[in-house]
């Protein structure tokens, strides 16, 4: 993604298909290219806060860009600021509530006729790009993913590698299926770092469902599963993982963590059995 330069004079414009000033937009930081033409998909990052009030959503914070059609996002705010920018743009919105979640509002975050305020960031126009140029920008992020999981970063790696699979999503061919493999092994790695066994689970299990022999991704798994308590599938996972690497120790040593997280559970269910037997029902 094009970053451009950062806008030091702040300046606000009606960005409103009416120009009554219920979307008004500053450019914080310029982009290049084309603006996005309605029907066409693209993705943002933005967080969204109450006007002078609290942040109620980040897609930063889930680690995962949003991508809609132009004309039918469900904020029709965002049509028309998507409609205004170009990719790699960052703007600040002030939205009136009719053209943010309206009376219903959006329950339990946004009340019901609620003014919002929005920083948001044109990633790219998906379905304009063509697919040697998605490659190579999918490429670029890949390398500054790999950069943030090695500075241990691994919030900003998971968004990033996240981000990867964005681009490619409106292209297909056997080439982009090993990208895509790649970025979600990646997914699956650093989200053990995270502790986010089950979204670990997921990204190796896209994999196995193509390769079933993939020992990366079996480990994964494996790991999730023990850290999800669900030790009798870990068992076969072991197994299977033994099998394959001719008894990798990375895989034997996973035979005392199931042995650890099987004590552990036991220990805890014999606490819950005591604290019921010392209790009194009337």
């Not at 002030?94 to 948001?120: C, Q, R, W």
């Not at 490659?135 to 981000?163: C, T």
């Not at 690497?245 to 014999?270: C, G, H, L, Y």
């Amino acid at each position: 993604m094009f970053q451009g330069e950062t806008v030091t004079k702040k300046e606000w414009v009606d960005i409103s298909e009416a120009h009554d000033g219920k979307v008004m937009k500053c450019t914080l930081r310029t982009g290049k290219g084309a603006r996005p033409r309605r029907c066409q998909k693209v993705a943002i990052h933005y967080t969204m806060s109450l006007e002078n009030g609290p942040k109620v959503y980040s897609t930063r914070d889930e680690g995962k860009p949003f991508d809609f059609t132009v004309g039918s996002c469900e904020i029709p705010a965002f049509n028309a600021a998507a409609l205004n920018m170009v990719g790699g743009e960052r703007a600040e919105l002030k939205i009136d509530s009719s053209m943010g979640y309206g009376e219903a509002g959006h329950p339990p975050t946004v009340p019901p006729n609620a003014n919002l305020f929005v920083e948001l960031d044109l990633l790219y126009i998906l379905e304009d790009m063509p697919k040697e140029e998605a490659i190579k920008q999918a490429e670029e992020v890949n390398k500054r993913a790999g950069e943030a999981y090695r500075n241990e970063k691994y919030e900003e790696a998971s968004v990033l590698y996240h981000e990867c699979c964005q681009i490619l999503q409106c292209h297909t061919g056997d080439d982009l299926d090993l990208l895509f493999d790649k970025y979600r092994s990646n997914l699956s790695t650093v989200y053990s770092k995270l502790g986010k066994w089950g979204e670990s689970m997921h990204n190796a299990e896209r994999i196995l469902q193509k390769d079933k022999t993939n020992q990366r991704c079996i480990l994964r798994k494996l790991d999730a599963l023990i850290h999800l308590g669900r030790l009798e599938e870990a068992e076969e996972y072991l197994k299977k993982g033994l099998e394959l690497s001719n008894n990798d120790p990375v895989f034997s040593s996973r035979t005392k963590d199931i042995e650890k997280a099987s004590a552990e559970m036991k220990s805890a269910q014999e606490n819950v059995y005591k604290k019921m037997a010392g209790k009194k029902f009337f």
